[in-house]
């Protein structure tokens, strides 16, 4: 069974045997080389397997991270992965939650056996989820075939309502992403190229892939699906049509079941970390991410950001353009922050920024960049400028988290004072 996985490799071991039998065996995988970025690929991509990095001594930066990752892993199964695993290894880890363990030196067999039975319990446990799921609705549906001159072994019932596709070639497989259901052709000599590429298609994770066969190809069928690169099922076109229907309808009902579950379920975790007007994280999540990383900020800065003005843009000119300058300013300050570095809205009008590895000479001039990337704004004839306050963690631990963002806060209040469109830093 293929998957997508994601390692995150902080402690930068050697991976790229494993990496290799993993991509050889048509998983996808994505690489995250810290900790934080990891936290939101999770947060953001379909992943079913996560490999990380385990230090050679537990540490409690470490277990903090790990306690939001496992939370935010859900039931995604998480493999520890070290240079070699000895005996107190699991005893060391075992209240981390970490599901298996396996070391670089892994036989093929037994990495690949492994991500497969994991792979396995979790689409186990999101059919349970879908069992508790009853779909009514019997809606127009769409099949895309492959390698199809006729599809005479469809029931007309499935005609009658169902937009047929037929795709000759492959692999033009980039219009079909609104289907509901798959039908390739096993005898055709790229067949497994187009099962295995359609399922690694985030937005094909789900659906069904059904192979057709007749008696010429039969034993090829049988071999693609137990090579489980993603088929779901194979059909003989010569079999009673009625049964053929009732199969495939069955397939498309558990496919919109998960459709519906999850449109539910992202919404719902996405609202819950994100600000919906801005798109970066809302002051939930950084407040929960701050809190679990308790006194583990060194060589930090925090950088707070406040916009010039904006109650008077808001006032005079509306909610709905004072968003698009909320929008415009959270997207300057992507552009010059680092994908390892957290954004947050923290207020009506306010950002903040905690950078970590930074000394405070390279987050001053971070600052400075965004602050003047703002003020070249596309809006015409109305002033849009930031104030921006700058305060470091202290490597001493005498100046902590909470409190350099209260100070990088009042520096922001002394830069607005001053005329606003400026960049306070504490000495």
């Known amino acids: 069974m293929i998957a997508k996985i994601l ?37 953001t991509k379909s992943i079913d397997i996560v490999l990380i990095s385990l230090p050679q001594s537990k540490s409690k930066l470490f277990s903090d991270f790990f306690s939001v990752l496992r939370q935010l892993c859900g039931v995604i199964p998480i493999v520890g992965v070290m240079e070699k695993i000895s005996m107190t290894t699991p005893l060391m880890f075992a209240n981390e939650g970490i599901d298996d363990y396996i070391d670089l030196h892994i036989s093929r067999y037994a ?54 596709v037929k795709m000759k070639s492959w692999p033009i497989i980039d219009d079909v992403s609104d289907c509901d259901l798959f039908l390739v052709n096993a005898s055709h000599y790229q067949t497994r190229e187009c099962c295995a590429t359609l399922r690694l298609k985030r937005i094909n994770r789900y659906k069904p892939i059904v192979l057709t066969y007749d008696k010429n190809c039969k034993e090829k069928a049988k071999s693609v699906i137990s090579s489980d690169i993603g088929c779901t099922d194979m059909i003989n076109v010569a079999a009673n049509p009625d049964v053929t229907a009732c199969l495939l309808n ?99 009008d306010e950002f903040i920024i905690i950078m970590d590895n930074v000394t405070k000479n390279v987050a001053s001039e971070i600052a400075t960049r965004i602050q003047k990337n703002v003020e070249n704004s596309p809006f015409k004839d109305i002033c849009c400028t930031v104030s921006i306050g700058v305060c470091c963690v202290d490597v001493d631990g005498n100046l902590g988290v909470y409190d350099a963002i209260s100070i990088a806060d009042k520096f922001m209040y002394i830069a607005k004072q ?3 469109n400026a960049v306070k830093v504490c000495e």
């Open 7 to 43: 390692v995150i490799n902080d402690c930068k071991l050697d991976v790229l045997r494993i990496s290799t039998e993993l991509q050889n065996a048509y998983n996808q995988l994505s690489f995250s080389r810290s900790l934080e970025d990891s936290l939101r690929i999770v947060g």
């Open 111 to 164: 990495l690949l056996r492994k991500i497969e039975v994991l792979t396995k319990m979790k689409g186990m446990f999101d059919d349970n989820l879908l069992n508790s799921v009853y779909l009514n609705e019997r809606r127009s549906q769409k099949i895309v075939t492959f390698f199809h001159e006729e599809v005479d072994f469809l029931h007309e019932n499935i005609l009658k309502r169902t937009e047929i």
């Open 250 to 348: 069955s397939m498309i009902k558990y496919k919109k079941l998960y459709d519906n579950f999850t449109e539910k379920l992202k919404k719902s975790m996405y609202i819950s970390a994100m600000d919906s007007t801005t798109e970066v994280y809302n002051r939930s999540f950084f407040e929960d991410y701050v809190r679990s990383k308790g006194k583990n900020f060194f060589n930090s800065a925090v950088l707070m950001i406040d916009i010039d003005k904006f109650k008077h843009v808001n006032d005079k000119y509306g909610h709905s353009f004072a968003d698009s300058m909320l929008k415009y300013v959270s997207n300057s300050i992507k552009k010059y922050i680092r994908s390892t570095d957290l954004i947050a809205r923290y207020g009506g």
């Open 418 to 420: 001053d005329g606003g």
